[in-house]
């Protein structure tokens, strides 16, 4: 069956724009993961929904940063007034239970601000 | 200090020899364990899970977590062009909790194996 997609694959936008990223999980999925992986900061976890609550935000960098997700599927992650060292790829990942160790990821949305 | 730690290499080695990737933690809570192989430009992929302490097999690939020591490895027999990538541990803590799901990484350690 079909993996976790996400959209865009690669996205450059100017510092201070706002960008949103959008994750597509695997269908029957109720876990959602958001990820930021960058060269010096490794995997990074931002943010976990259970459905479309998000019971744990500790990730989040910044209130710029938000995510949704509707349905118990889609979700989007939200970056506000980029800045440069927001550059990183973004990665989701869906899980078939809650608190599933057993994570799938998609390919990541590489974002470049400049 | 990081809570994972993972060697980050670059690892080299010949076609058909024995690789051994290591991570060590400092929390206590952390009771499942894997491992996730990603090539250049991609999602990482899970290769291997393990709850608690001891030995997991699948084919070529073998995973140990002794929670005594907070060392975890994973061995890769018979390596082979194909295996070359990064390789990332990840732990997550046990049920309940906020902590419940998320992942925590070490730095990835990156392999190739040449012909």
């Known amino acids: 069956g079909a993996g976790v997609s996400q959209s865009p694959s690669n996205k450059v936008t100017e510092k201070g724009k706002d960008v949103e990223l959008r994750c597509d999980p695997i269908?029957?999925?109720?876990?959602l993961y958001w990820y930021r992986q960058s060269l010096g900061q490794g995997l990074e976890f931002l943010i976990y929904?259970?459905?479309?609550?998000?019971?744990?935000k500790s990730g989040l960098p910044s209130d710029r940063f938000s995510a949704e997700r509707t349905g118990g599927s889609v979700s989007t992650l939200t970056i506000q007034r980029t800045q440069q060292e927001d550059s990183a790829v973004y990665l989701c990942?869906?899980?078939?239970?809650?608190?599933?160790?057993?994570?799938?990821f998609g390919p990541g949305t590489r974002l470049t601000v400049t | 200090q990081k809570e994972v730690e993972q060697d980050p290499g670059p690892l080299s080695v010949p076609e058909g020899a024995i690789v051994s990737l290591n991570c060590t933690y400092s929390?206590?809570?952390?009771?499942?364990f894997m491992w996730y192989r990603q090539y250049s430009r991609k999602g990482p992929e899970l290769l291997m899970y393990?709850?608690?302490?001891g030995n997991k097999e699948d084919g070529r690939f073998t995973a140990q977590v002794d929670k005594s020591s907070k060392y975890i490895s994973l061995f890769i027999r018979d390596s082979q062009p194909s295996d070359s990538a990064t390789y990332l541990c990840?732990?997550?803590?046990?049920?309940?909790?906020?902590?419940?799901?998320?992942?925590?990484f070490g730095q990835g350690t990156i392999l190739t194996v040449h012909p």
């Open positions: 990840a732990m997550s803590a046990n049920a309940g909790g906020t902590s419940y799901g998320k992942l925590t």
């Open positions: 393990t709850y608690s302490s």
């Open positions: 929390n206590s809570a952390f009771q499942y």
């Open positions: 990942a869906s899980s078939l239970v809650r608190g599933g160790y057993e994570q799938y």
């Open positions: 269908s029957g999925h109720t876990a």
């Open positions: 929904f259970q459905g479309n609550s998000a019971p744990d």
